[in-house]
């Protein structure tokens, strides 16, 4: 009786670093095949490991600044001396061919987004407390105190901005927080404003329209309509 939108969902996701995103992400892509991970435009140099428009879109300094001119992202920053930033073409390309995308970006980016495209689903990740957030920083062994030190500052500063996004899941255990954020998008996909047309089988049809046309139309003309 319901037909939704063929159009896909915009989601983006964020949180402080070591919140584990990332690990959310791939839990839940597990069993969303239809949610693509949108793919991030920068000008660094590739490292070893990386595969181009798979890990980034790489592109020079003057490439990107080109397409910064022609309106190519939905937003972009810079970091470390290298641009970064969301490319709009193939977000679109997902999006009209009903595939839902999502973008995992720094809240920086997805407040421009947000003042942009303010329909999009917003979500952020958490962790179970600082104390933990702390541990897995450290736990990475790949930055020295100083460095953790300036990554939980910044948590504290990110974590402020909560409130300008639609959910908060706090990530506690992965496959759980992941079931979350299915659920949200399950949630978002039943919203009244994503339905494209409700519509009803023949006789369900002619009641309908005998409601609407005669006020006398009696609770015992509609069971044997239905009968």
């Not at 600082?130 to 460095?147: F, S, V, W």
Request: net charge negative.
């Amino acid at each position: 009786m319901i037909q939704t939108k063929k159009q896909g969902m915009l989601i983006v996701l964020s949180g402080p670093s070591g919140c584990g995103k990332g690990s959310v992400i791939q839990e839940f892509l597990k069993t969303h095949k239809n949610t693509w991970l949108s793919i991030s435009a920068t000008t660094r140099k590739m490292r070893e490991g990386d595969i181009p428009s798979v890990s980034y879109y790489f592109y020079t300094k003057e490439e990107f600044e080109k397409q910064i001119k022609e309106g190519a992202f939905l937003e972009y920053a810079t970091y470390a001396g290298n641009y970064y930033g969301t490319p709009k073409a193939p977000i679109k390309e997902k999006l009209d061919q009903g595939f839902d995308v999502l973008l995992e970006i720094e809240i920086q980016g997805a407040l421009k987004i947000k003042e942009r495209l303010p329909e999009t689903i917003f979500i952020f990740i958490l962790p179970p407390s600082m104390k933990e957030l702390k541990r897995r920083l450290e736990g990475r062994k790949t930055e020295d105190q100083e460095k953790i030190r300036k990554r939980f500052q910044r948590a504290y500063e990110e974590i402020n901005e909560v409130s300008k996004y639609n959910y908060v899941i706090v990530n506690d255990k992965v496959e759980d927080a992941a079931l979350k954020m299915a659920a949200i998008l399950e949630a978002e996909r039943l919203r009244v404003d994503r339905i494209e047309e409700v519509f009803l089988d023949t006789v369900e049809e002619d009641i309908h329209e005998e409601l609407i046309s005669n006020k006398e139309f009696s609770s015992e003309t509609i069971q044997d309509k239905l009968s």
